[in-house]
């Protein structure tokens, strides 16, 4: 596609619930990063794939989130037994080149709102 | 950590005058990046200076970099009312992975 899409655009979700967040990189792009961004803060680092490299996992808060990317392609991010502490932006990005070396183009976010 | 500290945290200018943000982080990079974010969208970036570079220019905006200070600014010029956002710096290190600082929120006043 013409750039990075994530779905879905909202979600509202109880607490204790799990939720599954998806992000189809640009074509080609074979870095991925998801990070998260809470109401007027930064960007906090979740997890990078790259190729078929082992992802770098030392940003996930909790045994409670993970991510996974099938065929190099889509990823998704799932979060377990959601706490209100969860709520927040989830942003994907994808990178034509490895190791930050290149502009990351980000996807419009992931809004998540637990109850 | 290396993250990026961005300051200030907030500025607000007339439209037309020039703003400066500034970025410090804590350890060696390998390039360091500068995004912008506009209110409840996803970052775009705008320009990447590398390690061995000390400035770089683009359209309206400048940007330097102080690896002896570990610190980099972003100036944009004749500020413009659309030029309102949250601009963020980001570094890449060892670890590979880029690594955002808090960002500064920008108003810029008509």
């Known amino acids: 596609g013409a750039g990075v899409s994530q779905s879905p655009s909202n979600k509202v979700t109880e607490k204790g619930k799990d939720v599954e967040l998806r992000c189809d990189p640009i074509?080609?792009?074979?870095?991925l990063y998801w990070y998260r961004q809470s109401l007027g803060q930064g960007l906090e680092f979740l997890i990078y794939?790259?190729?078929?490299?082992?992802?770098?996992k030392s940003g996930l808060p909790s045994d409670r989130f993970s991510a996974e990317r099938t065929g190099g392609s889509v990823s998704t991010l799932t979060i377990q037994r959601t706490q209100q502490e969860d709520s927040a932006v989830y942003l994907c990005?994808?990178?034509?080149?490895?190791?930050?070396?290149?502009?990351?183009?980000f996807g419009e976010g992931s809004r998540l709102t637990v109850l | 950590s290396q993250q990026g500290e961005e300051d200030p945290q907030a500025l607000s200018i007339q439209e037309g005058e020039n703003a400066t943000m500034n970025c410090s982080y804590k350890?060696?990079?390998?390039?360091l990046q500068w995004y912008r974010q506009n209110s409840g969208r996803g970052l775009v970036h705008l320009i990447l200076?590398?390690?061995?570079?000390r400035e770089k220019h683009s359209g309206r905006l400048r940007v330097t970099l102080d690896t002896s200070k570990k610190s980099s600014s972003l100036l944009i010029t004749a500020s413009r009312a659309a030029d309102t956002a949250s601009y963020f710096c980001?570094?890449?290190?060892?670890?590979?992975?880029?690594?955002f600082g808090q960002g500064t929120r920008l108003t810029i006043n008509p």
């Open positions: 200076i590398r390690s061995n570079e």
């Open positions: 794939f790259q190729g078929n490299s082992a992802p770098d």
């Open positions: 980001a570094t890449v290190g060892g670890a590979q992975k880029l690594v």
């Open positions: 990005a994808s990178s034509r080149t490895s190791g930050g070396a290149g502009e990351l183009f």
């Open positions: 350890t060696s990079i390998n390039n």
């Open positions: 074509s080609g792009h074979t870095a």
